[in-house]
């Protein structure tokens, strides 16, 4: 706490605000060069008369990996380094402390053998170091939270690298056998101290203290550069918004690459002449010479704003309209609520309602400009007319799904909408006409029973939605909820043979979805989808509407009101409050030398190459291979991201968003910066992408992922340590040491396991969607989920929050926390929370020790009565256990965003009883456990436990160099390998 405090009290206390500098005199970024001692070689933790290897590599003998003492974070002389720019960061000095940092360097541990350990060292390391992202090279795990500090770099929540010292060369970088790549969250909540509005709030208090409130003058506050209108800064609080900058204040872009100005532009000493760091073209300033509009943007002022920090947003001039000459509108979006038989039956036509009418609330009070429109469906359309001057909403019901444009000959037709005025309203004006919709909808659904009908028009429903979203805003969101397969009308689908899904997922392989999927991406409008049924209703085509326009598909496979209520409604929330705005395009520069390959992304994956994004949210990301195109001639390698878009309120916006990496030709120092989760994200995209194209082999498919380790496994052996090629133990670098767990857990995934029992393919397809377009703080959770011990012994300050805002909590004693991820490491009588990136399971037995469920959750056990939590709600009692175990899910909750906080707790009960409800949680609990959540174990579906999956890469590598089957340094040779289909996303 106190070092969070002292961090927060640094930046308090060094008032001094961004300087006006015009940004003449930028030197080289901080990450550069990266070069430090030897580690000290220490005897290993264990295994003493293993081979201990100096690099900075893990040997893994019997059974067991021995860490040769080697620092977590070695980048100690990094953080001193006495970087000769930062004179040029004007932001409060982030080092203002040294000392601190340094001494909480030195305190970390050496790494731990269990990813589930090692989580909790990441966590504990950061309670107490900040985060400078310009200057450290090694980033916190994906899973930790933390305070950082902007020094010309993004955070590496919006934008991470798979390494911060890059090959200079293909030859070089082909010994690694690594990929170049980048996830780019663009709007992903950080933690950052010294963004401008938190140093104009520090400013503001300083200025209040020193003049008296009386005399507080706004324009001092102005001068800085940056708008004050966003005033939502909340100290502690994740922020999404920051560095904004005035209206008033030009951003001068490379006439030639057109890159954005940014803190490693080079000016001459007479401001006429500009270097951008990212062509590296000198060219004359547009300020003095030209003055283009597409040099100069807000060409209003000459004031050029101080460029400091890593993210920038700005507004876009007309010119950048999403159509030309006209404005772009408030968000829209339409709500899309299944009323047929099924839905009724079970009841998630009420609960979608409920979660309506509280998107409603949230719009009305969050998003004030934004309108919404309500359309129910079966085999009918229900409008409804919501303009405020109408006491009641009025119902039109539209049964003609082919309009009048059958009778001439087009029987595709096209709905009919039966008015215009009063179909999107803002909710604010006319919330009594919204409420009195929706409650003749469940009016409609819980009594009108004899006028229920079965089946459901999809197709046209989302003919209609995308026509009123593009007559009325050329684009929007819509969030359907669906119930039962559309068999009616236009997109009807049919049952297929189960093997298909065993086989191959076919996306969009019905022209009628794809046509409209690319319709919708096209129009800038996303869906997303409430599935509220756990029967077959063909994910591949329905979620390819969803998948294909940057939207997200919820699915409660046994919807039970009891316990879904309360996630429904808070996945409709989160939803909505995660959204940025619309009319999204993305465009990444990089130095020459390098250039993009791949885009990872749903909408670019299928029908074309830049990314599109109709609706972005704080979750949006998209992975991107890089490729080389010649030798990177510079010490440093820049890469710009440039998005362009409409806010929630309809204007356009731009964020630019920096970030940089050192260039090595040295291949040890290649090994030392890579971040292997990020690695293994390329990975996972990679191998999901080609699924896409070839999902008629997993077999294969793993394979190319094995091969790929072993690749990465052999070249580290033969060309760091000559010693290390003729040793026949496991070796891999530290920084990769967690890459096989993840990628083991990856292949024994829902989504890569030969399905046995049929489910009809939701399960399956759900995964794919999950693994191609999770942010990565979720994605590591879904492929390894963190398993916590609540039964054993804990220390006053374990599982507390370490900071006043709630954000860092304590894992004091950090042995007995970690559990690895199987079977055989959980023990009879345990109580343990685990949590995957979205859910929290609550698994105990009955040897669990009844005091402590009664502590923790007020239960009595008997086997008669078995524990019910209502809507998935943990229950609070006054017991510390209980407080400690709801500062868990905080912390999880915050760390991956939940709107209020909530995470939905089920329980895991395995044993059997007589009564039918515990046998499906039986079931559930044989599912979940073997695919989702314990991966080190053998015999679940012929995979191998992670220790036996070593030591088969251990044999192929060694095959591998006894056949000399690996690229040496300085060989030219990067021989072009013949891909086949499925190995080209891989093809690094
Ligand atoms: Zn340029």
Request: proline residues 4%.
């Amino acid at each position: 706490m106190e070092a969070v405090n002292q961090q927060f009290e640094n930046v308090s206390l060094n008032e001094q605000q961004p300087q006006h500098v015009v940004s003449g005199k930028r030197k080289k970024p901080a990450r550069a060069h990266h070069t430090f001692e030897q580690p000290t070689v220490q005897q290993p933790q264990f295994g003493g008369n293993n081979f201990v290897n100096p690099q900075g590599s893990s040997i893994i003998g019997n059974g067991g990996i021995i860490n040769n003492g080697m620092p977590l974070n070695n980048n100690n002389n990094n953080t001193t380094n006495p970087v000769s720019s930062s004179s040029s960061i004007n932001l409060t000095s982030p080092t203002a402390n040294p000392s601190a940092y340094n001494a909480s360097y030195q305190q970390q541990q050496t790494m731990s053998n269990s990813l589930g350990e090692q989580r909790l060292n990441d966590q504990k390391v950061y309670n107490d170091t900040t985060f400078d992202t310009s200057r450290n090279s090694i980033l916190p795990m994906k899973t930790t939270q933390f305070y950082s500090v902007d020094s010309g770099s993004c955070d590496p929540r919006i934008m991470s690298l798979t390494m911060y010292n890059i090959p200079e060369s293909e030859s070089l970088r082909n010994c690694t056998k690594l990929p170049i790549g980048l996830n780019l969250q663009p709007f992903a909540p950080t933690l950052q101290l010294n963004s401008a509005e938190y140093l104009q709030r520090q400013q503001k208090k300083n200025d209040q203290t020193n003049l008296g409130e009386d005399e507080f003058n706004i324009d001092s506050v102005k001068e800085t550069g940056i708008s004050d209108e966003n005033d939502t800064f909340e100290e502690g609080k994740l922020q999404v918004h920051f560095n904004k900058i005035d209206k008033d204040v030009g951003v001068i872009r490379c006439p030639r690459c057109r890159g954005y100005n940014n803190h490693n532009f080079q000016f001459s000493p007479d401001n006429q002449l500009l270097t951008c760091n990212l062509c590296k073209i000198q060219s004359k300033n547009p300020l003095t010479s030209t003055m283009s509009i597409n040099s100069v943007m807000n060409m209003n002022n000459v004031n050029i704003s101080p460029i400091n920090g890593g993210v920038l947003d700005f507004e876009a001039p007309s010119e950048y309209n999403y159509i030309q000459g006209e404005e772009s509108k408030p968000l829209h979006y339409v709500f899309l609520i299944d009323i047929t038989t099924f839905a009724n039956m079970n009841n998630s036509s009420i609960t979608v309602i409920d979660a309506v009418q509280n998107s409603v609330e949230l719009i009305a009070s969050k998003q004030p400009n934004c309108k919404i429109a309500i359309l129910g469906y079966d085999r009918n359309l229900h409008f409804f007319k919501l303009s405020p001057e109408l006491n009641k909403a009025k119902e039109y019901i539209v049964g003609d799904l082919y309009g009048d444009t059958r009778d001439r000959g087009n029987e595709n037709g096209s709905v009919f909408i039966p008015f215009h005025k009063g179909l999107f309203v803002k909710p604010a004006e006319s919330m009594h006409v919204i409420n009195d919709c929706l409650s003749q909808l469940k009016d409609h659904a819980l009594n009108n029973k004899y006028m229920h009908l079965g089946d459901l028009c999809f197709g046209p429903a989302v003919e209609t939605c995308l026509m009123m979203l593009k007559e009325n805003s050329n684009g929007g969101k819509i969030l359907a909820s669906m119930n039962t397969l559309p068999v009616y009308s236009r997109g009807a689908l049919r049952l297929r043979k189960d093997d298909n899904f065993q086989k191959d997922m076919k996306f969009g392989d019905h022209d009628y979805y794809r046509t409209i999927g690319n319709r919708l991406l096209k129009e800038s409008c996303s869906i997303d989808l409430f599935l509220t049924t756990a029967a077959f209703v063909d994910l591949c085509n329905i979620g390819y509407l969803a998948l294909n326009t940057g939207g997200k598909i919820h699915y409660y496979p046994h919807f039970q009101q009891s316990k879904d209520d309360f996630k429904v409604a808070s996945d409709y929330l989160t939803s909505i409050s995660s959204i940025i705005g619309y009319q999204c395009a993305l465009k990444i520069r990089v130095n020459t030398g390098l250039r993009v390959d791949s885009y990872y992304n749903q909408s670019s994956v299928f029908e074309r190459v830049e990314p599109q994004f109709p609706v972005m949210t704080t979750k949006t990301n998209v992975s991107v291979l890089f490729k080389h195109d010649g030798v990177i001639k510079e010490k440093d390698v820049h890469f710009q991201a440039a998005l362009l878009y409409t806010d929630l309120n309809g204007k356009r916006m731009i964020r630019v968003i920096n970030n940089s990496a050192a260039v090595t030709n040295s291949i040890s120092e290649v090994y030392k910066f890579v971040d292997q989760e990020n690695v293994a994200d390329i990975i996972v995209k990679g191998s999901c992408v080609s699924l896409r194209y070839q999902a008629t082999d997993y077999q294969l498919i793993r394979t190319n992922i094995n091969n790929k380790l072993s690749e990465i496994m052999t070249q580290y052996k033969t060309t760091t340590n000559s010693n290390l090629a003729t040793t026949s133990l496991v070796v891999i670098p530290d920084s990769l040491r967690y890459l096989p767990i993840y990628l083991l857990a990856f292949e024994k995934s829902l989504l890569m396991t030969q399905t046995k029992q049929s489910t009809r393919g939701n399960e399956r397809v759900m995964s794919y969607f999950d693994f191609l377009t999770l942010p990565l703080n979720e994605l590591v959770l879904k492929i390894y989920p963190q398993v916590i011990p609540i039964h054993v012994a804990m220390t006053d300050s374990d599982l507390t929050f370490h900071d006043p805002y709630t954000n860092l909590l304590t894992f004091e004693t950090i042995e007995t926390l970690s559990v690895n991820n199987s079977l055989k490491s959980l023990v009879n009588g345990g109580l343990y929370l685990i949590f995957n990136g979205s859910e929290v399971w609550l698994s105990f037995n009955q040897n669990t020790n009844a005091l402590l469920l009664k502590d923790l959750l007020d239960y009595d056990f008997t086997p008669a009565n078995p524990l019910i939590l209502p809507s998935g709600i943990f229950p609070v009692t006054d017991r510390e256990i209980n407080t400690k175990c709801r500062n868990l899910l905080k912390y999880w909750a915050k760390k991956t965003c939940q709107y209020n906080d909530f995470l939905k707790i089920s329980v895991l009960y395995p044993h059997q009883q007589t009564n039918n409800t515990l046998l499906m949680s039986l079931e559930q609990y044989n599912n979940i456990l073997r695919y989702q959540i314990m991966f080190d174990d053998q015999s679940f579906d012929n995979t191998e436990p992670i220790e036996q999956y070593l030591s088969n890469m251990n044999m192929i590598v060694s095959k591998k160099i006894q056949k000399k089957e690996y690229v040496s340094v300085g060989s030219s040779q990067t021989k072009a390998e013949e891909a086949t289909f499925a190995q080209k996303y891989m093809h690094f």
